[in-house]
């Protein structure tokens, strides 16, 4: 017998191709490899091999000491494979290598090696596993039941199938051969055989066969854990394109993306299995824990990164009540904590800036459609007023509207675009295309307020966009070569920045002047534009902020908010459309005249 360590084996001496014995590569990350799995997984993973037919037996004594201590290509035993998935491992992790110097004389030995007995007296399994198909069927058709499995619980079909003959399948299959037997140590079918072989053409046969890819094995994963698990990118696209769920959960709840995280080191497959769209939130079983979750507890520092840039909670809490951030400051991983701590800020503004829109575009649809403060009045409630002013002795402009024909409240304009009296009348916004007055003028004060916000997010990003994606020069070459860099970059982002640009200037110069005239001096645009005529033809000079209707800081703006900032002011509500007498604030009753 000939024994040695298998986790510390090299490819050694192939077998001559001779006879049915040729080679069937298979793909692995761009290197053609040659598996031919000939042991059972128990005598694999003991050291013990069987002799392969004794073909080839004198290669190994000419390949001498350096060569000698490498294995012929036999693939990875069961056992090793469920080693493999049981702890994180680097893309490259249970892949023998071909070395890319073989000599090449040695070579040239083996092709003139002859066959040293012939394959006539190989048994049904060893033939199997070489591919002898003239033995296998003349075994078959002697009486040999497909189905039986060998001392080691394995079938024909595994065999055939970890070693990739697929007209040995085709032909076990027409035979009687249960295409989804289990067998082996871990209970397998041949798919999941295949499927840790990464043998694409066995899989795409076996499941045309109609084998049940959501089979579970002893490990408890199915068919595409197993691919995720050994990196088999095609394997992994091949099964969810068939129907297979990119969210299926193992035995303990985990998905395929929690299982890329937690045991393979690398963006990959994680980054693939992301362009399924899988959940990025569920949760397995026992420990409630995110892919973001077990991508932490790895120190998966790459899988971190795709899953936050996919868009991953930092929020969900899993059975200990720990958050993501929460298990990266236990394991003092810090480029993690960092990474979740920038992306938790991030997204933090990106809400902000999400919500500062909303609230911009709610804003501005309530200062167009709400009632500005426009007066109303019927025709014999006209008459009447007409009469009581002329009685009285009022009937003059200052009270007496001659468009409207109506009493004009206090404080109140007629509007000529409008062609209505507006109570507490401010301005006709040009950018709203509505009259600004009793009604309105807070929804315009919060308008303007996120409208700069807004604004100041747009250019903030566009210098962002720039300093990313345009190569720019301008400590070297100055401002004007700088300008001239971007709009070649990206004329349509120089656009928006312009506009952008434009709208802040004039919101945040309108939202500043509006807050002084409102908190310091209680008055009205149309108010302080009158004021501060009728004071050119003053020979004293008039304080704009000694007026009747500046009631002080804290009241103004209470009074214009109708907020009372939790008991600390109490507000005056004040309906200015119907405001006709002089006297009107409990807290200082001071006689006013119309402005």
């Not at 002795?393 to 304009?413: E, H, M, Q, V, W």
């Amino acid at each position: 017998m000939w024994t040695m360590n298998m986790r510390h084996a090299l490819p050694r001496a192939r077998p001559c191709a001779k006879q049915g014995l040729e080679w069937q590569p298979r793909w692995r990350r761009g290197h053609e490899q040659e598996v031919r799995v000939e042991a059972a997984p128990d005598r694999l993973a003991s050291g013990q091999l069987p002799p392969l037919c004794r073909v080839a037996a004198a290669t190994a004594e000419m390949e001498g000491p350096g060569l000698g201590s490498q294995q012929s290509d036999v693939g990875l035993s069961e056992e090793q494979d469920r080693n493999h998935s049981h702890s994180p491992h680097p893309p490259g992790f249970g892949r023998h290598e071909v070395c890319a110097h073989e000599n090449k004389e040695l070579a040239k030995a083996r092709e003139a090696l002859p066959l040293t007995e012939d394959s006539s007296n190989c048994d049904i399994v060893k033939a199997t596993q070489y591919g002898i198909f003239e033995r296998c069927k003349e075994l078959v058709e002697a009486g040999y039941d497909v189905r039986q499995p060998d001392k080691e619980n394995v079938s024909l079909l595994h065999w055939a199938a970890i070693n990739n003959r697929l007209d040995l399948v085709k032909f076990y299959i027409s035979k009687g051969a249960v295409v989804d037997q289990l067998g082996g140590d871990l209970n397998s079918t041949p798919l999941h055989w295949a499927i840790r072989q990464g043998h694409l053409p066995m899989v795409i046969l076996l499941l045309q066969y109609g084998a049940d890819p959501t089979l579970i094995d002893g490990e408890g994963f199915s068919s595409i854990h197993l691919a995720v698990l050994f990196q088999h990118m095609p394997i992994i696209a091949y099964l969810i394109s068939k129907g297979q769920s990119v969210n299926m959960a193992d035995v303990n709840g985990q998905t395929p993306l929690m299982l890329s995280a937690h045991k393979v080191l690398g963006s990959e497959p994680t980054g693939f299995l992301l362009k399924f769209n899988p959940s990025l939130n569920v949760v397995d079983k026992i420990h409630q824990n995110t892919p973001l979750h077990w991508a932490v507890a790895a120190g998966n520092v790459n899988a971190v990164d795709k899953l936050l840039e996919a868009g991953a909670s930092l929020d969900i809490r899993n059975v200990k009540g720990e958050t993501p951030l929460d298990m990266a400051v236990q394991n003092k991983n810090r480029l993690i904590i960092h990474m979740l701590k920038t992306e938790a800020k991030m997204r933090a503004n990106k809400n902000f800036r999400l919500w500062s829109l909303v609230a911009f575009l709610y804003f501005f649809y309530k200062t167009w459609a709400t009632d500005p403060g426009f007066t109303k009045a019927s025709e014999e409630e006209r008459k009447m007023n007409i009469i009581t002013l002329a009685e009285t002795g009022y009937l003059d402009f200052r009270t007496f509207c001659t468009s409207c024909l109506i009493r004009k409240p206090l404080r109140s304009l007629h509007c000529h675009v409008c062609d209505s009296c507006v109570a507490r009348y401010d301005q006709h916004c040009l950018w709203t295309g509505r009259c600004i007055g009793f009604g309105n003028h807070h929804y315009y004060i919060f308008f303007l307020f996120f409208l700069s916000i807004v604004c100041d997010w747009i250019i903030y990003e566009s210098f962002i966009y720039w300093s990313n994606h345009c190569v720019t020069t301008f400590k070297a070459d100055g401002l004007w070569t700088y300008l001239n860099q971007i709009v070649a970059c990206s004329p349509w982002v120089v656009y928006i920045f312009t506009l952008a640009s434009f709208h802040f200037s004039w919101s945040t110069f309108l939202l500043l002047t509006q807050l002084f005239q409102i908190a310091f001096l209680g008055l009205t645009s149309h108010e302080r534009t009158s004021l501060l005529k009728q004071s050119r033809h003053m020979k004293q000079t008039l304080s704009l902020r000694r007026t009747p209707y500046n009631l002080g800081f804290t009241q103004n703006l209470a009074d214009f908010f109708q907020c009372g900032c939790f008991g600390l002011v109490k507000p005056c509500a004040v309906d200015w459309t119907s405001q006709h007498t002089v006297v009107f604030h409990p807290a200082k009753e001071k006689v006013l005249r119309s402005v």
